[in-house]
Every structure is written in structure tokens, then in C-alpha cells.
């Protein structure tokens, strides 16, 4: 397992759009999330102990959420040496986990690469004009979201997030 640091893409970016297919078997795009104030965007995985480690909690966070808020949490491990993260196993921990946000599968990593994301999980958090506002750990995104709820700018210096390296195919 290596332990990896999130990139630190520029606060400021733009969202990048998307068509990945989610376990409710429909396919998802950043446009579907246009009425959301914030938009969570997490890169994660199902055998990561990093992301296991949070994801008790980040469903917990989503639940207690504003509607304002929507969370997309992103598989770009599809990598065939990882059956673990196949799509169906997906189904499997998200259920066990009592996930009801979507979890998209970035079977071709087109999303992953677009956004530099690097490890699992790696956090983005994009106000209403799906502007860059935050990235970074899990530590910190509860008050990133809050803060671009009651219309302020989250902590300029932020931490960033690490984890798993993503499993690249060649």
C-alpha cells in the first residue's frame, strides 16, 4: 500500500464535466447537480482502509447535510487487479455502509485524470458556480461546507488529503 498526497489542484478551478454510471444503473453528469449550493465530489475506493477508515462518518456528514449540499462520491479504481473495487462490489459496501448519496464508477479513470485527483480519498468542494472553494482532507470539510453555506470562503491554507494511490491502468 502506498501512501499517497492529494495534488492540491488551484482553488479557482472549474468543475470538470462528467458521464459515469452510477450503482443506480443511470448515468450521471455534473449538470445533474446544478441545484445543489456546494457540490462534494470524493475520488474513493472500496478496499482503501483510508476510506474505510472515514466512511462511516462521511455518511454520517451527507445525512446531516443541508439539501442545499450533494455529495458524488467517485470510483476510479478499475483497475482488473483489484477486483475489490469492481462495480458490483461497489453495490456491496456502499449498502453495507448505508450510502445513499451517489457512487459513480470511473471505469475509463477519464474522471480522475481530469481532475488530478491522485489518492482515495481525495476531496473537491465546488460552490454553487462549481468553482474549486476546497481540497483536501476529510479533517476540515465539514466547516468547508458550512462556510460556503452561510456564504463565506472556506480557510485559505487547507491540508491536503491522503490515502491510496489510485490504481492507474496503463
Not at 502506498?2 to 462528467?18: N, T
Not at 451517489?102 to 475509463?108: A, F, I, R, S
Given at each position: 500500500?502506498?501512501?499517497?498526497?492529494?495534488?492540491?489542484?488551484?482553488?479557482?478551478?472549474s468543475a470538470?464535466?462528467?458521464?459515469?454510471?452510477?450503482?443506480?444503473?443511470?448515468?450521471?453528469?455534473?449538470?445533474?447537480?446544478?441545484?445543489?449550493?456546494?457540490?462534494?465530489?470524493?475520488?474513493?475506493?472500496?478496499?482503501?482502509?483510508?476510506?474505510?477508515?472515514?466512511?462511516?462518518?462521511?455518511?454520517?456528514?451527507?445525512?446531516?447535510?443541508?439539501?442545499?449540499?450533494?455529495?458524488?462520491?467517485?470510483?476510479?479504481?478499475?483497475?482488473?487487479?483489484?477486483?475489490?473495487?469492481?462495480?458490483?462490489?461497489?453495490?456491496?459496501?456502499?449498502?453495507?455502509?448505508?450510502?445513499?448519496?451517489?457512487?459513480?464508477?470511473?471505469?475509463?479513470?477519464?474522471?480522475?485524470?481530469?481532475?488530478?485527483?491522485?489518492?482515495?480519498?481525495?476531496?473537491?468542494?465546488?460552490?454553487?458556480?462549481?468553482?474549486?472553494?476546497?481540497?483536501?482532507?476529510?479533517?476540515?470539510?465539514?466547516?468547508?461546507?458550512?462556510s460556503l453555506?452561510?456564504?463565506?470562503?472556506p480557510a485559505?491554507?487547507?491540508?491536503?488529503?491522503?490515502?491510496?494511490?489510485?490504481?492507474?491502468?496503463?
Amino acid at each position: 500500500m502506498v501512501l499517497l498526497q492529494s495534488s492540491m489542484v488551484p482553488l479557482g478551478s472549474s468543475a470538470h464535466d462528467f458521464s459515469l454510471k452510477g450503482l443506480d444503473g443511470e448515468m450521471h453528469s455534473l449538470a445533474d447537480y446544478s441545484d445543489a449550493k456546494v457540490l462534494v465530489l470524493i475520488f474513493m475506493c472500496n478496499h482503501c482502509p483510508y476510506v474505510q477508515e472515514i466512511w462511516d462518518d462521511l455518511v454520517t456528514l451527507e445525512n446531516g447535510m443541508s439539501s442545499e449540499v450533494q455529495f458524488v462520491s467517485v470510483n476510479s479504481n478499475a483497475n482488473p487487479a483489484y477486483p475489490e473495487d469492481s462495480f458490483e462490489k461497489m453495490k456491496e459496501y456502499a449498502e453495507e455502509k448505508g450510502q445513499k448519496f451517489p457512487y459513480l464508477y470511473d471505469e475509463g479513470q477519464e474522471m480522475a485524470r481530469a481532475y488530478d485527483a491522485q489518492c482515495t480519498p481525495d476531496i473537491f468542494v465546488y460552490g454553487e458556480e462549481r468553482i474549486l472553494k476546497y481540497r483536501g482532507s476529510f479533517d476540515d470539510l465539514e466547516s468547508a461546507v458550512n462556510s460556503l453555506l452561510s456564504g463565506e470562503e472556506p480557510a485559505q491554507e487547507q491540508v491536503y488529503s491522503q490515502g491510496c494511490s489510485i490504481k492507474w491502468m496503463e
